[in-house]
């Protein structure tokens, strides 16, 4: 591995200069927001620059907040959903399955678009194709129709992130990074975090299409605005598409996931049309061809995702981080709700409101981390955040049992959620921050992607622990609910285990320095 000063080139036109857009800087100059160079009307430029960017972005978070938003929101539906579709368990987690997987395969491509169309168009497909998804779900007669639905929702939600991160990157200055990662981590896990919240309380009163009834006004308002609003601010150029790339990203990333899915539903019990093995031996296999032909691609440039990003060490440390991470967060997601409804016999809006104070503790703190970030770098926070995911994981895994205070469980929760505010934001900014400008697209696609591995990894690891414990105990003779309290305890236990590890990763996370190319400090 190389250290984090490697020099970005400008990103080459056809012509040999540096490619521009209207109102985007190339590499190497001022990008846009920078204040150029000269009198009182360059400084007036530079201000409307800035008041252009924040501007784009507010749009951008928005917007990213509410698709992300439903990536979770149907599991507290699922109950719901099999008796109102006349459908099995097992296929109404494909709604969820599905989601995932769609994501999983469109995420990747991303670095590709990113590069090849500009910032306006991008959005207005993402949020159309949001908005589609979310209309047609509403209206869904039967389950194919709602699924399909789904998988229109998920390809915006694949592209509206990578667009998110990659854009603030452009625009940002690093000495500012900070404060605006920790608004777009609220985005990343604040939304999820409080998918199954929303959905509990809009279950309690109304049909499971108010999901979609109450998102896709909001999502068209967001489209339109941004349609008029939304400026083109990044470069683009030419980049062919590697179609054999993207069949065995497809493969590989979906098959993985998939693969990791059906372990956990075996393991509780669900018939399987295939063995779960299989899939994930066709998505390794997949994903090992997929490295490496973006490594024999990346030197020409046409890589669909360039893995040169992880010659940065504070990259390829920091995707470590964000892997195990994202694997506590989606593993406690589905671990908590089953706890509080199968072992503490909480109903679905008692659990939503225990973890409310969590989600708004994180969705609090995590502008106050970015806050942070800029002033004193990462490393010291990133210790805090994996100390306190950790001692959160092995208090669940020892005080998570039959007859646990109701009051414990939020307590516990708001520790974790604590910890993950420290820990996403320099991960976040620190991670990108390492990489060549040129490689911005590359890289938010590679984080995205990582992302959605590692939560079906956490989903299926959890959910696995938790069904094999439990039906060990039932064939000792235990009690099904102590049983499945014993395999809440082995799933955390585990977490537990393997937050060690992103402790020891938290030291070696540093404050990448300003690399030429990057974004220099736009007015405010």
Known sequence: MTNDTTTAPAVPSKAGRPASAPG????????????????????????ADAKRNRLVIGLLLVSAFVVILNETIMSVALPRLVVDLRVTAATAQWLTTGFMLTMAVVIPVTGFLLQRFNTRPVFITAMSL????????????????????????????????????????????PASRGRVMGNISIVISVAPAIGPTISGLILQALSWRFMFVIVLPIALVALVVGGIKMKNVTVTRKSP???????????????????????????????????????????????????????????RGVALLDLRTFTSRT??????????????????????????????????????LLLLPGGIVMGVLSPVVGRLYDRIGPTPLLVVGAVLVSGALWAMAMVLREGTPAFV??????????????TFTPLFTASLGSVRPDLYSHGSAILGTMQQVAGGVGTALFVTLLATTAASRVSE?????????????????TGAIISLFAIAASFFVRKPPVIEGAPVPMGH
């Open 24 to 47: 985007a800087a190339t590499a190497g100059a001022a990008p846009a927001g920078a204040a150029p160079a000269g009198g009182p009307a360059a400084a007036g430029t530079g201000e």
């Open 130 to 173: 949001f908005s589609l998804g979310t209309a047609i779900a509403a209206i869904a007669p039967g389950f194919s129709i709602l699924l399909i639905a789904r998988v229109v929702q998920a390809s915006g939600t694949a592209i509206m992130m990578p667009l998110l991160m990659t854009t603030a990157m452009t625009l940002v200055a």
């Open 241 to 299: 598409l590697d179609v054999l790339s993207v069949i065995l990203s497809a493969f590989a990333f979906s098959g993985l996931l998939y693969g990791l899915s059906s372990v956990g539903e075996a393991a509780s019990g669900t018939p399987q049309p295939v063995m779960p093995i299989v899939p994930v031996l066709v998505g390794a296999a997949a994903l090992a061809l997929f490295v490496w032909r973006q490594i024999r691609l990346a030197p």
């Open 315 to 352: 990259f390829a440390v920091s995707i470590v981080m964000i892997a195990i991470s994202m694997l506590a967060l989606f593993g406690t997601l589905i671990i908590l709700p089953i706890y509080m409804q199968n072992v503490l016999g909480f109903s679905t809006l008692t659990t939503g």
């Open 409 to 422: 469980i939020p307590i516990v929760h708001v520790i974790l959620s604590i910890g993950l505010a420290f």
């Open 477 to 493: 003779g235990a009690g099904q609910v102590s049983a499945t309290a014993a395999g809440v305890q082995t799933a955390f236990l």
